[in-house]
């Protein structure tokens, strides 16, 4: 659900009303990221993480007059790690779903992108039913209604997905009966979809820019742009249900970045569009 400018006023109102009255101390804070999502985030081969959200990050800290650590964590383990207490927050292009929010809470989202798939650019799944189309999620019934000409595209082939993402859960939901090979990353993804090893690979559409901009052609966009329902309502920060006080902070930092226009610079940098929520 997009992010209306009367909200982003009102959480401004809300951080400056509130004053920060913490019941802990947030001047130090431990971020954990995956490290691997491009263009979200990457490590360099020196160890240095960047990205969108690294940028957004210290914009967000910045402001705040706050110090942020980063803490690299497979995908995986970021949420019993937080949970665990080994760092305060996780930005690492993680959706506001339902399934999440029974566990962690979250921020205002900063990203928001359909689901669709990559192939290569001369498979017959290049030209497969219903790519560029638009297909909400919002009625399960509706839209697995829709689906057949998909399920049909994909009989006997196979699909990467990354473990324990939304994607995963899309494809258990509406394509059951697809052959699934699950990765740790999406980077091995790529590489095994380029190596013939998969012939789909599904994820956001703004982590496939990343490969599909790099492989210069090679790797297109295909079938639909999967939007609301289990996708959730964008990406933003995972936090401790009890760290209510931080998520106020935090809003406070991101509202401001959307407000003024930086979360969208940075996201034209590293995306080539504008991702942020309106």
Not at 128 to 137: C, R, V
Not at 174 to 195: F, I, M, W
């Amino acid at each position: 659900m997009p992010i209306a400018r009367p909200l982003i006023a009102a959480l401004l109102t809300l951080g400056l009303s509130a004053g920060f009255a913490q019941a802990r101390d947030w001047s130090h804070v431990r971020i954990a990221t995956e490290g691997a999502y491009p263009p979200f985030n990457s490590t360099t081969p020196d160890g240095r993480v960047i990205g969108y959200e690294p940028d957004l990050l210290k914009s967000v800290c910045d402001r705040l007059k706050i110090t942020c650590d980063t803490i690299v964590q497979d995908w995986d383990g970021l949420i019993p790690g937080l949970k665990a207490g080994k760092f305060d927050a996780i930005m690492s292009g993680m959706s506001i779903t339902p399934k999440r929010l029974e566990t962690i809470a979250f921020t205002v989202p900063y990203s928001q992108s359909p689901t669709t798939f990559a192939v290569v650019a001369d498979s017959p799944l290049a030209k497969m039913a219903l790519t560029g189309a638009d297909l909400s999620l919002a009625d399960k019934d509706a839209a697995a209604a829709k689906l057949g000409p998909l399920r049909d595209a994909l009989k006997g082939k196979t699909v990467g997905v990354q473990v324990s993402t939304i994607q995963a859960d899309l494809m258990a939901q509406y394509l059951p009966g697809v052959e699934l090979r699950s990765y740790k990353t999406n980077n091995e993804v790529a590489l095994d979809l380029q190596a013939g090893r998969v012939d789909a690979w599904i994820g956001s559409q703004t982590n496939l820019s990343a490969s599909v901009k790099a492989t210069k052609g090679e790797l297109v966009y295909a079938g639909p742009l999967f939007r609301d329902g289990l996708l959730g309502q964008g990406s933003a920060m995972g936090l401790r249900k009890e760290d209510a006080d931080l998520k106020v902070l935090l809003d406070k930092g991101l509202a401001e970045a959307m407000a003024d226009g930086t979360a969208q610079k940075l996201s034209t940098q590293w995306f080539g569009f504008d991702v942020v929520p309106h």
